[in-house]
């Protein structure tokens, strides 16, 4: 079995999406200061690297992140890989989706953008287009992942995108790096932080990819 870690780390030179909080981390308890244990302080938003979006994101009343569906999260999906030159993802993407697929991560360009270490944020990203939403939804689509910090195209003057997959059911992952995942179908388990309390508009999550050897050759 082959494992394929694709969540981007949390720390502090992560780009974060502008206007989102900064990322902090601090030393709370330090044995080198004599206290009796290590200790960290964490300070970052919800959308903060690799993260899914909960229907609260966007909706009044919508479901929050622990209560999203764990048949949703964990479960049979499909890498598809998109080339360089394709900026936004459009109704002739999604028709590359194979049939009966419930759950599907895109490969683009963004991946490469985690592989430069670079703490700026990049807004030139790959992103759907509303009209790709429609036809995911449409699709049957359960769950859909793209490997930078949003679906939407960078300032929209409207989420058209967020809105249509989020209203259509559909669970949304930010923030993956699938610059290691050849194309191909997987079992993907998406486990959020299980964040309560009248928040969870999102969470951050640990995605992993799982393929056997045979499907990897």
């Known amino acids: 079995m082959l494992i394929y870690d694709v969540s ?4 502090i030179d992560t780009p974060t999406y502008p206007g989102d909080p ?3 981390i601090t030393q709370w308890l330090s044995l080198a200061k004599g206290d009796p244990a290590n200790v960290s302080l964490l ?9 899914v979006d909960a229907p609260a994101h966007f909706i009044e009343g919508g479901t929050r992140a622990d209560s999203l569906p764990m048949d949703i999260l964990i479960g049979e999906a499909e890498v598809v890989e998109v080339p360089d030159e394709k900026r936004s993802l459009d109704n002739s993407v999604v028709a590359r989706i194979a049939s009966g697929t419930r759950r599907v991560l895109f490969k683009t360009r963004n991946s490469d953008f985690w592989n430069d270490h670079s703490p700026h944020f990049r807004s030139d990203y790959t992103y759907i287009e509303p009209g790709g939403a429609r036809a995911l939804v449409e699709r049957g689509l359960r769950l859909v992942g793209i ?7 960078f300032k929209p003057e409207t989420f058209d995108t967020h809105h249509i997959l989020l209203a ?5 992952i930010e923030g993956l790096n699938l610059s290691d995942v050849p194309p191909g179908n997987y079992e993907l388990i998406c486990l959020p932080l299980k964040i309560a309390s ?3 508009d999102g969470a951050p999550a640990r995605v992993i990819l799982r393929a056997s050897k045979r499907e990897s050759n």
């Open 43 to 51: 300070h970052f938003g919800a959308h903060s690297a690799t993260h």
């Open 22 to 24: 900064g990322i902090e």
């Open 147 to 153: 490997d930078y910090l949003s679906v939407e195209r």
């Open 198 to 200: 009248g928040s969870g």
């Open 8 to 11: 981007v780390p949390i720390a």
């Open 168 to 172: 259509g059911g559909v669970v949304i």
